[in-house]
């Protein structure tokens, strides 16, 4: 199983940056996906998630509106389009697939937001 996060950077505030996230090793249409952060010093926390189909999705209060999660389940990859970042988005951005009781997990990406 591999997930392998990318597409993190250095940004200033108000840009833009979309993270990938590209699964193999199982059946990627079947399970569910997420984004999650760590600032430091901060435990991590969802960012975002959509679910097998791609018909459902979430978000935390924080990125609403800002942050968009797509999924394309033919090149089994997971995205985070974000968008108005500010300097309080700055983290390590993981990907986890989810089903049942399995999940996977990214070695992480960094988002830094500076000007």
């Known amino acids: 199983v591999h997930v392998v996060e990318s597409g993190g950077g250095l940004v200033q505030p108000g840009g833009s940056l979309r993270l990938s996230c590209a699964a193999s090793?199982?059946?990627?249409?079947?399970?569910?996906m997420s984004w999650y952060r760590q600032a430091p010093g901060k435990e991590r926390e969802l960012v975002a998630d959509?679910?097998?189909?791609?018909?459902?999705?979430d978000y935390a209060d924080s990125v609403k509106g800002r942050f968009t999660i797509s999924r394309d389940n033919a090149k089994s990859t997971v995205f985070l389009q974000m968008n108005s970042l500010k300097p309080e988005d700055t983290a390590v951005y993981y990907c986890?697939?989810?089903?049942?009781?399995?999940?996977?997990w990214g070695q992480g990406t960094q988002v830094t937001v500076s000007s």
């Open positions: 959509i679910t097998s189909s791609g018909g459902t999705t």
């Open positions: 986890k697939a989810w089903r049942l009781v399995w999940s996977y």
């Open positions: 090793g199982f059946t990627f249409s079947s399970y569910g």
